[in-house]
Structure formats: C-alpha cells, structure tokens
C-alpha cells in the first residue's frame, strides 16, 4: 500500500509503544525498480530507505535521511519519493551497484570541491604575488645572505637597467614578466654599446627567477624569494648565444719589463691602497674583492698564514683558502695591524672606518699607474688590477709552479668532485715553497738585478 503521512505517524507511534522496529513499503506500480522503505525506530526516530537488488541479486538499501513532516528538519513524505524516483532510474540506467555508483560520485565531488578551492587559493596567490622589483630585490637578500662579494654590483645593476630604466617592469608582477620583456631590457643596452653589461644582466635575471622558482617547499630559501607564483623563467628563454660575443675574455698580461715600471711606480706611494696591492702581489695575485675582507681574526702571525674565503661561484658555503705569508707579505701584514688598531677589518682606508674599501679602491690605483705607463710609452696598452692575477699565475706557469699548485694559490679550478671529496692534501708545504721562490721573483724584477739565490721550481723539483 502507498504510505501517507498519516500511515507514517501510525507506525512512529506503534513502534514506541511495542518498543520494535517496524518496517513499511511504498506501494509501486512494477517489480524490478526499486522501492521506497520507511523504518520507524522503538526510538521515535524515523527514516526513509531506498532498497533494490544488486547485480549479483543481493538486497541492499541506501539510508536517504530521516523524516519530517513539515521538511525543517528532514525530509517530507514527498521529497523521500522524488529521492527514491531519481535512484530508481539510475537503477533502471543499468547502474545496478547503486552503492559504488554513489560513492564515486561523492568522491568526484570532493575533488571538484577541493579543486576548486585551490583554484581559488591560486588565484589569490596570483593576485597578490610580488612584483619584478620585490623579485629583484629578495635576490640581492639572497646573495648578501650567502655572503657573496657581488651583492652590491647586482643590486645597482638592478636598479640602472630595469628600476630606472623600465620603472613599468619593476612594478609588474614578476609572474607576469615574459622572455620579451627581458629582451626589451637587454636590448636598450645594447644599443648603449654595453653589451657585457647585458649579457651579466641576462645572467643575474636568470638566476634570480631560478632562485625564486626552486624556493617554494625549500626549507632553507631566503623568505624574500616566496610568494611571486612563478610558473617559468623568462629570462632563461632569451638566447644567450648571441650575448656570448661580449663576453670578451681579457687576455692582458704584463712583460717583465712593464712589472718593473708598475712595482717601481707603486713603490713611490704609500697608504693602504698600496699596501694592499703589495700584498695580493705577494700572495700570487688574489682577488682584491676576497683580499679586502680578511679579518683580523683571519691573520695568524705566529704560523705565518692568512685565510681567505672564497665564495665566488654558486657554492653555498665560502670556500677557506689558506695561504703562508712570505717573510714581505708578514711585513705588510704587520704594518696594516699597527695601522688600523682594534679595527675588525685588516684593510680600512679611513680612520674612522669599519668597512673594508671597495675594489675600485685598488683598481684606481692601477688604473692610474697604468695611464700613466701608457702615456710615457712603457706600456702598448691599459692593464687593470685583475690583469695582474693574470700575469701573476702566467709567472709562476714559467717559473714551473705545477698547475695544482697555482690552483691552490689562486683558488680557482677547485669545485670539482675529486678535489672536494677525494683530494683532502692542502698543498701547505707547495704554497709556501711557491710562494717564497714568487716573492723572490718579484723582488728580482723590481730591482732589475739577476738574484742568483733564485732557484726555477724546476730546478727544486729535479733537486
């Protein structure tokens, strides 16, 4: 018999007072579809059912919610048969498993809830994600955090070319930036005739998206470097082939005769500058930028050694590079400890400074020697201070300092697996002895006189 609301109450209350279950079914008008079931619970709670067969011919049945006459708080006698009439022609779909068929709608809700909330997230993050300058300057946070001597010249690198230049770029979200905007950027200062400039640009843009794109889920980023939602590298897409053409790698190296003239007129001066290129000299041509930042605490006088820390690379953690001091490199140690008192830095051009110089410092120092040199006509061409390293290293090749060696005066060559992991020899006795037998030669060129006590590394070593 069809139930009516009336019925429904009946039973409710029958089932109270006989403290059983009792069941009721909706009258239908064919067999094999389905059918609608009421339980009215000893309890007082009363439920709707949906009972079918399923494909193996078992009975099964899908609880639809719990009735109520008014349908506040449940479902009407209605809304249970129009629940039941949509099962049903699922059923009659050829759906028979109605239980796995609702389950997997459930669950393909879920995921069209949650995707959906992601996308939403997403597009919040989107919303808010920081802009080129923000990406531009986390990078620089990124590099100082790291300790790297390039920090500075990146951020003014920065802020010529893209801040100042493009000032609508810098404000875009870094998310938005393309492979054309970057171009854009690289080719107005081409047109400037500063195509080096370009090409280290390209390089540092590159490196900065790469840094912010590997930061999310990366426990150990600079903070600065989340939240720009980046999806690609524009910079990574503009060809560097082409730029690689103003990659111009120097070759200068000064004759024996131009050393003279240079350690002759650096001789006449005094002050740190000097002291401090005397003293990068001494230690087989070290980069000015690692010189300047040698602690006090990096000196020790008693074991006649310094050490360096080289960051330069992508290396995490700087690199201690220990060098001996020749008996003139201590001198000059030793009177930059004199000159600059309690001050943290060795090398500190000013009374009141804290700071170490800027290479520019030393590098206008030799810049002006060398106008100098070029004007009387000693020297073809311009040499700079990093030439200087060059000509370093090419001396000591000629005096037979092997290549091991010279990479472990000069720090470079040395980010390879056997000799961070394999090669654990620290080459102190080679240095040193390359380095005094150096000293020596530099002393002879100064002077110009033949020192007959200088010994070829050669010649030690066949000894």
């Known amino acids: 018999m069809s139930m009516t609301d009336k019925t429904v109450a009946k039973a409710a209350r029958d089932a109270k007072e006989a403290g059983t279950d009792i069941w009721m079914t909706d009258a239908a008008k064919q067999r094999g579809i389905g059918r609608l079931r009421l339980r009215a ?21 899908i609880a639809l919610g719990i009735y109520d006459r008014s349908g506040a708080a449940g479902l ?12 049903s022609k699922l059923y009659q779909s050829g759906r028979h498993d109605l239980r796995d068929h609702l389950a997997n709608e459930a669950a393909a809700d879920r995921a069209r809830t949650a995707a959906a909330a992601r996308a939403r997230i997403e597009a919040e993050r989107q919303a808010v994600a920081g802009t080129l300058q923000t990406l531009m300057d986390g990078y620089v946070a990124h590099l100082t955090r790291q300790g790297k001597l390039a920090a500075q010249d990146v951020k003014n690198l920065f802020r010529h070319n893209v801040e100042e230049a493009f000032p609508h770029l810098a404000a875009m979200r870094a998310a938005d930036i393309t492979h054309r905007d970057i171009a854009a950027i690289l080719a107005k200062m081409i047109e400037r005739k500063v195509g080096r400039t370009a090409s280290k640009l390209r390089s540092y843009l590159r490196a900065a998206f790469g840094e912010a794109l590997s930061a999310e889920g990366e ?11 980046l999806t690609s590298n524009p910079a990574a897409l503009v060809p560097a082939r082409k730029l690689a053409a103003y990659n111009l790698v120097r070759e200068r190296v000064l004759t024996e005769a131009e050393m003279h003239h240079f350690l002759g007129r650096l001789d006449k001066q005094s002050g740190v500058a000097h002291d401090a290129i005397l003293l990068a000299l001494y230690l087989g041509g070290q980069r000015s930028a690692q010189l300047l930042r040698l602690k006090r605490t990096d000196v020790d006088l008693v074991a006649s050694e310094v050490t360096l820390f080289d960051g330069k690379g992508s290396r995490q953690q700087p690199r201690k590079h220990v060098l001996p001091l020749t008996e003139r490199a201590a001198e000059v140690v030793s009177r930059l400890i004199a000159l600059n ?13 804290k700071k170490p110089p800027r290479s520019d410092t030393l590098a206008t120092v030799v810049r002006e020697i060398s106008a100098a040199m070029v004007a009387e006509g000693i020297s073809r061409e311009p040499f700079q201070m990093r030439d200087l390293r060059r000509t370093s290293e090419t001396m000591l090749a000629r005096m037979g300092v092997s290549k091991d060696v010279r990479a472990h005066i000069l720090s470079h060559g040395l980010g390879g697996v056997q000799d961070r992991v394999y090669n654990r020899h620290d080459y102190a006795d080679e240095k040193r002895s390359a380095l005094e037998a150096w000293d ?24």
Do not use: C
């Not at 000893?42 to 079918?52: I, V, W």
């Not at 426990?219 to 939602?229: D, K, M, N, V």
């Not at 008192?341 to 400074?353: A, C, F, N, R, W």
């Open 341 to 353: 008192g309690e001050k943290p830095y060795l090398i500190v051009t000013t009374s009141q400074g």
């Open 76 to 87: 009407t006698l209605g809304s249970a048969r129009a629940r039941a009439g949509e099962l």
């Open 41 to 61: 619970s000893a309890n007082g709670q009363t439920s709707f059912y949906f009972r079918y067969s399923t494909a193996s011919s078992k009975q099964d049945q």
């Open 440 to 463: 020596a030669r530099l002393a002879e060129i100064a002077s110009g006189v033949k020192q007959t006590n200088v010994v070829p590394m050669r010649a030690k070593a066949k000894k």
């Open 219 to 229: 426990p150990t980023a600079h903070p600065a470097l989340l939240g720009f939602a």
